[in-house]
């Protein structure tokens, strides 16, 4: 690792870790009855009390300081009024921006008790996630990543989404390479150490199709089936990787014991 890497993997460590507080800090408040809003608020005062920026925040004109995608919105949810019910299901992504460096995650919430469909969805896309990060190493290549994603989740009966992509990440919010959670062994960009990047994968329990709402913002499935999401951000190191967004807490993947 070159002086130039190890100051990229502490600054990305330290905005991980702030993103990754927040989260924790939303495992508290998601309950039936909260508003989407009120998780936003949480999150921009979290990262705020941490002497960081939200990212999000007018990143190309979006309104607000994370994003929250329930049930059978795919991804860039934007906070607002809505009130979250008994057996939804929620992303609640945020990214954190702390002396220049980005640090980017998401994860999964249940409202109340969920249906089964729901768990296993959530379940499949965390272990999808987990099982493409532990190949991480230089010299992998980003279609390896995307075949551990699709075989697992495609096993479960689900789909993996094509139209959004793990990033690059760093200095810019998102910066190449893109890292598409499909594909073949063997293909693609090789992955080297000293980079940093996101996995992100988007899984749907029907077709893995999307569109975008009239708010130039919100994918949602077009078929109106869930889908779920988890992100990470990692940094590939000599050895391996590091995971720089992990929960502090054990709080990865719910139900959330707190
Ligand atoms: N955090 C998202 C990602 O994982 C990007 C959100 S951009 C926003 O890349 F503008 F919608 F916030
Ligand atoms: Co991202
Ligand atoms: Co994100």
């Known amino acids: 690792m070159t002086d130039k890497m190890i100051e990229a993997f502490d600054g990305t460590r330290?905005?991980?870790?702030?993103?990754?507080?927040?989260?924790?800090?939303?495992?508290?408040?998601?309950?039936?009855?909260?508003?989407?809003?009120?998780?936003?608020?949480?999150?921009?005062?979290?990262?705020?009390?941490?002497?960081?920026?939200?990212?999000?925040?007018?990143?190309?004109?979006?309104?607000?300081?994370?994003c929250t995608s329930p049930n059978h919105t795919v991804c860039h949810g934007i906070p607002k009024d809505k009130i979250l019910k008994e057996g939804d299901i929620v992303n609640v992504d945020v990214t954190a921006l702390k002396n220049g460096w980005h640090g980017d995650?998401?994860?999964?919430?249940?409202?109340?008790?969920?249906?089964?469909?729901?768990?296993?969805?959530?379940?499949?896309?965390?272990?999808?996630?987990s099982k493409s990060i532990k190949i991480l190493k230089n010299g992998i290549?980003?279609?390896?990543?995307?075949?551990?994603?699709?075989?697992?989740?495609?096993?479960?009966?689900?789909?993996?989404?094509?139209?959004?992509?793990?990033?690059?990440?760093?200095?810019?919010?998102?910066?190449?390479?893109?890292?598409?959670h499909y594909g073949?062994?063997?293909?693609?960009?090789?992955?080297?150490t000293g980079m940093?990047?996101?996995i992100e994968p988007m899984i749907n329990e029907g077709n893995y199709e999307t569109k975008v709402l009239n708010d130039g913002w919100t994918a949602v499935t077009k078929d109106k089936k869930l889908s779920a999401q988890f992100e990470h951000t990692i940094g590939i190191t000599?050895?391996?990787?590091?995971?720089?967004?992990?929960?502090?807490?054990?709080?990865?993947?719910?139900?959330?014991?707190?």
């Open 141 to 180: 290549q980003v279609g390896d990543i995307g075949s551990v994603i699709q075989k697992h989740v495609e096993s479960q009966g689900f789909s993996v989404v094509r139209d959004f992509c793990g990033h690059g990440t760093g200095k810019n919010f998102h910066q190449p390479p893109n890292i598409l």
């Open 14 to 66: 330290k905005a991980g870790a702030i993103a990754s507080g927040a989260l924790d800090e939303v495992t508290k408040i998601v309950k039936p009855g909260i508003k989407t809003d009120e998780i936003d608020k949480l999150c921009f005062e979290f990262i705020n009390d941490n002497k960081a920026y939200s990212a999000p925040l007018f990143y190309r004109g979006f309104p607000k300081s994370c």
């Open 184 to 192: 073949e062994p063997k293909t693609g960009d090789e992955i080297k």
């Open 105 to 129: 995650t998401s994860r999964m919430y249940f409202v109340g008790e969920v249906s089964i469909k729901a768990k296993k969805l959530v379940k499949t896309t965390y272990e999808a996630m």
């Open 238 to 258: 000599d050895k391996g990787y590091e995971i720089f967004t992990s929960s502090k807490k054990g709080l990865n993947f719910p139900p959330y014991k707190i």
């Open 196 to 198: 940093i990047f996101t």
